[in-house]
C-alpha cells in the first residue's frame, strides 16, 4: 500500500460546540473529514492517544482513504491541539473524566449525523474507544483497539518490568528519579528517551507528523499531566483508577486487537480485551513498538482495511 503524506491531502475542517458533563460550560471540538460521510464506505472515526497529544500521530492512517475510499474523520480531543483548551482545570480529576471524553465523542457523532460507523482508538484513545463502546452505542458497526489497557495498574507494572532491560546506566537515573519524585532534567530525560527508544518507536527520527503532535502536546501539557503524571512508571494520574475490565463483556461489536512485540502494551496489558469480549480477533506485530501504526504502517494498514472492509 502506497503511503500518503499528510500535506498531499485535504480534509473538510469544522468545530462542533457542546456542553461539559459538569453543565453550563461549552467547549469546542475541532474536527477534519476525509472524503464523504455519504459515502456507501463506513466511516472510521479515530480516537487518537496521548493523553493530550493531537490528531496528527494517527495520520498514518491516512492511507486507507485513497487506497480503499475509506471515510475518515479524525479530531482533536478537548484541552489539546485546535480544540478547547482548560489550562486552568490542571490535576482537577473531576473534570478530566472519561465520562468527559464520552460526552466529546457522542456530540461528534451527533454533529456529523453518522448513522453507522467504526472507531479506532490507539493507546488512550483505545481506552476511551472501548468504555464508549461497552455502553453499546447506536450506530456503532466495529471496533479498533491499539495498544492499550484495560487496567491501568497493570499498565504501570509492565512499564516497570519493561524497564529493567533497559542499559543500568539510564535504568539507575530513572529509578533515582522515581524514589526522588523528580522527574525532569536533561539527564531523566535522556534516560526516559532510550526507554521510548526501544518501547515507543524504534524507528530512529520520529517521522514529521508524531513530531507536531508532541510539540502540540508539551506546549499545554495539562490533560497529559492530569490524566496520566509527569512519570511513566507510576500511577500518578488520574487515570490510575481506570479499569473497565468488568464491563468488557458488554461490547457487542466485532473487535479487532492490536499490539507488537516491543510494545508498552504487552500481551498482558491487552489480554484482558481477547478475554472478555466476545467477537474479538487479535493481531501482534513482530518488528515494532508502541507506535506500530508508523513503524509498520503499511502491514498495519492492511491489516485495518481488511478487517474493517470484511463485511
Known amino acids: 500500500m502506497a503511503t500518503v503524506d499528510s500535506t498531499e491531502l485535504t480534509g473538510h475542517e469544522g468545530h462542533v460546540e457542546w456542553t461539559l458533563p459538569s453543565g453550563g460550560q461549552s467547549a469546542k471540538t475541532w474536527y477534519t473529514v476525509y472524503g464523504e460521510l455519504s459515502s456507501t464506505r463506513t466511516p472510521l472515526l479515530v480516537c487518537h492517544g496521548g493523553p493530550g497529544m493531537p490528531h496528527e500521530h494517527m495520520l498514518s492512517l491516512l492511507d486507507l482513504h485513497p487506497k480503499h475510499a475509506m471515510p475518515l474523520i479524525f479530531y482533536d480531543q478537548i484541552g489539546c491541539g485546535r480544540s478547547s483548551h482548560f489550562p486552568e482545570e490542571k490535576d ?133 499531566q492530569t490524566l496520566n503524571g509527569p512519570c511513566e512508571f507510576l500511577p500518578l494520574g488520574t487515570l490510575k483508577t481506570f479499569d473497565i475490565t468488568a464491563d468488557l463483556h458488554k461490547i457487542n461489536v466485532t473487535t479487532l486487537l492490536i499490539n507488537s512485540r516491543y510494545d508498552q502494551a504487552q500481551d498482558e496489558v491487552v489480554l484482558p480485551f481477547f478475554q472478555q469480549i466476545k467477537h474479538v480477533k487479535w493481531v501482534q506485530f513482530a518488528e515494532s513498538a508502541h507506535l506500530w501504526l508508523w513503524e509498520e504502517r503499511e502491514r498495519a494498514n492492511e491489516v485495518i482495511a481488511t478487517f474493517l472492509l470484511d463485511q
Not at 142 to 154: D, E
Not at 191 to 200: R, W
Request: with cysteine.
Open 92 to 224: 482537577k480529576a473531576a473534570f478530566w473524566t472519561t465520562d468527559l471524553f464520552i460526552t466529546e465523542l457522542q456530540a461528534l457523532i451527533q454533529h456529523l449525523n453518522v448513522q453507522n460507523y467504526d472507531v479506532l482508538g490507539h493507546s488512550w484513545g483505545g481506552m476511551l474507544a472501548a468504555a464508549f463502546a461497552t455502553q453499546q452505542p447506536s450506530g456503532l458497526r466495529k471496533l479498533v483497539l491499539g495498544s492499550c489497557p484495560a487496567n491501568m495498574q497493570t499498565w504501570y507494572k509492565v512499564q516497570r518490568e519493561l524497564r529493567k532491560g533497559l542499559p543500568a546506566d539510564s535504568r539507575v537515573v530513572l529509578e533515582k528519579g522515581e524514589a526522588e519524585r523528580k522527574f525532569d532534567g536533561k539527564e531523566y530525560d535522556a534516560a526516559q528517551d532510550v526507554f521510548y527508544s526501544q518501547h515507543l518507536y524504534r524507528g530512529g527520527a520520529y517521522p514529521k507528523d508524531i513530531t507536531t503532535a508532541f510539540q502540540a502536546m508539551m506546549k499545554d501539557p495539562t490533560v497529559m
